[in-house]
């Protein structure tokens, strides 16, 4: 059968792939357009499969929220080069992806993989798709969601790399945005003390009774030094106790209760934090290439 440049067009616009790719899978499917797709699709979860243990630590991150701010979705998809993330297709997936989580009912990854976009595909489906057009690992690692909560949530976006979602007592957006922002900026391990463990207060007092052992000063000072060192310790990791990005003449907490409100939970997301990046020596790459072609 003859493969026609309308044909070709058609396939291409369904899958997204190159002409030459599109001919090539035409040709082998004798003309039949479904069969050709089917095709593709195989050679794509072949190419994905090979693909999934490379390192992917670049990325973005989305976020979607509703419209009466009471539930809130934030998204980490991760591929191998920041090249990619700033593609179309990355782009469309993690909007795509944002949207999905905060329109459905999902608690897990595995119900993530199997969750249907408003393309009709699978997660996993279009993210093999995507790895298979692009050429690197593309993996999806992580979502939060907060759902119909009794106050409001708020959330800030810095770039695609660091997001922060948060929920407080009442709605407020413009308090809500400022306080997502700070916690961006200054990454506080939770919202109060009463938050932090036990075994991480009487950690920090052992470091600071032996440092203030060693300075031969009487118990009793060193009972005040720990005192004062563990009260600093707690306003520095808590995000009550720090001292707001904004008007540093006031902590976070002294903000909230200034506008009759609180924070009652907040999720931080920055993309690639704890994975292990996979250090490439391109010229040795490059020479090991020539040699092998030489």
């Known amino acids: ?25 035409l040709t082998e499917a004798n003309g039949d357009m479904e069969l050709a797709i089917e095709n593709m699709r195989k050679s794509g979860l072949a190419k994905a499969d090979k693909k999934a243990g490379r390192v992917a630590a670049e990325g973005a991150i ?20 920041d090249f990619v993330v700033k593609s179309e297709d990355f782009k469309n997936f993690v909007d795509a992806l944002a949207t999905a989580v905060l329109t459905n009912d999902i608690e897990s990854n595995e119900q993530l993989a199997d969750m249907v976009l408003a393309s009709g595909e699978t997660v996993e489906i279009t993210r093999r798709a995507l790895i298979a057009k692009v050429g690197e690992n593309i993996s999806v690692r ?17 770039g695609g790399k660091i997001a922060v979602i948060i929920e407080l007592a009442k709605n407020d957006a413009e308090l809500g945005k400022d306080i997502a922002m700070h916690i961006a900026a200054v990454n506080p391990s939770c919202v109060s003390e009463d938050q932090v463990s036990e075994d991480l207060i009487q950690k920090e007092k052992d470091i600071f009774t032996a440092q203030a052992l060693e300075s031969g000063k009487k118990p009793e000072i060193v009972e005040k030094m720990i005192t004062g060192r563990i009260k ?9 106790g720090q001292s707001f990005i904004k008007d540093d003449k006031m902590t976070v907490a002294q903000l909230t209760k200034s506008k009759d409100n609180s924070v009652v ?30």
């Open 62 to 81: 989305g976020i979607k929220i509703s419209d009466d701010s009471k539930t809130v979705a934030m998204v980490e998809i991760n591929s191998e080069t």
């Open 1 to 25: 059968m003859k493969i026609t440049a309308v044909m070709v067009k058609e396939l291409r616009e369904r899958t997204g792939s190159g002409m030459m790719e599109c001919k090539k899978n």
């Open 265 to 294: 939970r907040f999720t931080r997301f920055e993309v690639g934090e704890g994975i292990e990046k996979e250090e490439v020596d391109f010229a040795e790459e490059v020479r090991a290439q020539a040699a092998a072609t030489a």
């Open 232 to 240: 600093k310790f707690l306003s520095e990791i808590t995000l009550e």
């Open 142 to 158: 992580r979502f939060q969601k907060y759902t119909n909560v009794a106050g409001g949530t708020a959330c800030y976006l810095h």
